[in-house]
């Protein structure tokens, strides 16, 4: 079982990978500190099978397909690039956070503002960042990982954009003793959602932007969701035991369908090496085109509304 869950994985992992993304839902969203309330009994217990299947994917192969999922900075950075105007209209109000009663729903708002607080960030918004530091924090304390957290440090550092090398150093110790606490606990399901939260808000932000000003790189950068979708969907039906992933991945799989329909082609050119910073580095110089029409756009985008504000609420 192992072997062939590893396989199929690989055979699906054939992009470039960016920065670390668990490392970056870090910079933007463990903002915490100790201390947290019992989650509510609406949690269920992770079944054991839900446990095994994860287990049969090795630790190394599932990190490779978490990489492949490009970071809410990125998204937010492309989207700032092309003329996006800011629109913090488009972003999950913190009011919202009392909403969210069991670690499930907890976990995957994280991911959700953590996307926010990136779009926040990158727009150099600092007036809205501590309501979304706050927020994350909240949610944080509740699924009790904020004890991993330097928030007072962070908090300072999120303040300022000029600080965001020092935030990612902090904030990647920070994170990788998080879900080591969270799989020895057998919480790894947790990481996913934020995972999961934080992919979606980015596109949907994307999707908004595009409603208004549909820029060829941000046409570009959601039809290369295709591929990271299909990545994600790999992971969280690795839980599809538990009833809320279940809901998740029936949701996604909407978007799959319309994603189907849309094509990606790949050019090959050699790769070739140059000095950066005194150091030599391979350039890949292969690249890819999206093949998607209007109508799929427009359709992808009203979807991704839709499913965003379903899980969202």
């Not at 501590?130 to 991993?148: H, N, R």
Request: proline share 2%; charged share 20%; glycine share 4%.
């Amino acid at each position: 079982m192992k072997t062939t869950v590893n396989k199929y994985i690989n055979k699906h992992i054939s992009f470039k990978k960016s920065i670390n993304f668990l490392s970056v839902v870090a910079l933007l969203s463990m903002i915490s500190c100790g201390g947290g309330t019992e989650n509510e009994s609406l949690d269920a217990e992770l079944p054991a099978d839900s446990i095994a299947s994860a287990a049969n994917v090795s630790g190394d192969v599932l990190n490779d397909l978490i990489q492949s999922i490009p970071s809410p900075v990125e998204m937010a950075t492309v989207i700032k690039v092309s003329g996006g105007e800011y629109n913090e209209r488009i972003l999950n109000n913190t009011d919202n956070v009392d909403k969210y009663n069991n670690s499930y729903k907890q976990a995957f708002n994280i991911g959700i503002y953590s996307a926010d607080l990136g779009y926040i960030n990158i727009y150099e918004k600092t007036m809205s960042t501590m309501s979304y530091v706050s927020a994350i924090k909240t949610l944080a304390d509740q699924i009790k990982v904020g004890q991993f957290f330097d928030f007072a440090t962070l908090k300072n550092l999120a303040s300022n954009s000029k600080n965001s090398d020092s935030l990612l150093y902090i904030s990647m110790s920070s994170f990788n003793k998080m879900d080591s606490y969270l799989r020895e606990q057998k919480r790894g399901e947790l990481s996913v959602l934020i995972i999961t939260g934080a992919w979606l808000e980015g596109l949907h932000i994307a999707s908004e932007v595009a409603k208004v000003k549909a820029s060829d790189d941000i046409v570009e950068k959601i039809g290369e969701q295709k591929i990271v979708l299909n990545n994600l969907l790999l992971i969280v039906n690795l839980y599809n035991k538990i009833p809320y992933f279940a809901n998740v991945a029936a949701e996604l799989e909407k978007l799959k369908a319309l994603y189907d329909q849309v094509t990606i082609t790949y050019e090959y050119a050699e790769p070739e090496t140059k000095e950066v910073n005194g150091q030599l580095v391979i350039v890949d110089n292969s690249t890819s085109k999206i093949n998607m029409t209007e109508a799929q756009l427009k359709k992808i985008i009203e979807t991704t509304t839709a499913i965003r504000t379903q899980l969202v609420h």
